[in-house]
């Protein structure tokens, strides 16, 4: 083994450790009365496929990177904008009303994502490192602003949205590590070719899903 795989292994473990760390210590604090709260946030990517599907892409995309050091980079980038989306996004809500509102009515955020995501898919390993830094400030913004646009804005949105923020994160590191096990499996060719069939899909599903929620309102009644 190689020392920058060994590099990499540990950031994979140290990632998952403080990730699981984190959900464990919100778990055992939350009150009685919000963990209901709680076990919404951690379960959002569950339950909103197009997110779920944007979030592993993002941790494909992040497989590839082979240098820990700018994999640690590129994390904390994701990580310092969707702290941003989280704690400062609140005044684009409360701010532009109708914005918010095309952004609620259609799947604006969780398609830009997956497109995204798609389009970094098919490029060239090498040449994808160049977007990572741009892809993770995209990704923690519309993570952060999903979260958003998700919770309840009250009291309670501050345990709502530090759960779903650790659930996101939690879906990207076992992305990671599930694609750095089909690495291993597959030849390098393989594994390429089927991340452009991926970026393809996830291009086209977007599309699709933005299209379907675009179409009923187009539609008027006679």
């Known amino acids: 083994m190689t020392r ?39 379960m959002l990517p569950v339950f909103r496929y197009g997110l779920l599907f944007a979030l592993i892409a993002y941790g494909v995309i992040l497989s590839g990177e082979r240098n820990p050091v700018l994999l640690v980079a590129n994390f904390a980038v994701f990580a310092s904008t969707l702290w941003f989306g989280l704690q400062r996004a609140e005044y684009i809500v409360v701010t532009y009303e109708s914005f918010v509102d095309l952004i609620i009515r259609f799947p604006v955020v969780t398609t830009a994502m997956g497109m995204i995501a798609g389009i970094a898919l098919l490029f060239p390993v090498r040449a994808r490192r160049w977007l990572l830094p741009i892809v993770s400030a995209c990704y923690g913004l519309g993570l952060g602003l999903f ?69 009923p309102q187009l539609i008027r009644p006679t």
């Open 4 to 42: 920058s795989r060994r590099g990499l292994y540990a950031v994979y473990i140290i990632a998952a450790i403080i990730v699981c760390s984190l959900a464990a210590g919100l778990w055992l604090s939350v009150p009685e009365d919000i963990a209901d709260y709680v076990n919404n946030g951690l």
């Open 147 to 215: 979260v958003l646009l998700e919770s309840p804005l009250d009291y309670y949105y501050d345990w709502f949205a530090f759960s779903g923020g650790l659930s996101g994160m939690a879906v990207i590191i076992a992305s990671i590590a599930l694609a750095n096990g089909v690495q291993q499996i597959c030849t390098r060719s393989s594994f390429a070719i089927a991340e452009r069939i991926f970026g393809s899909w996830l291009i086209a599903a977007s599309l699709l899903l933005a299209a379907l929620a675009i179409a």
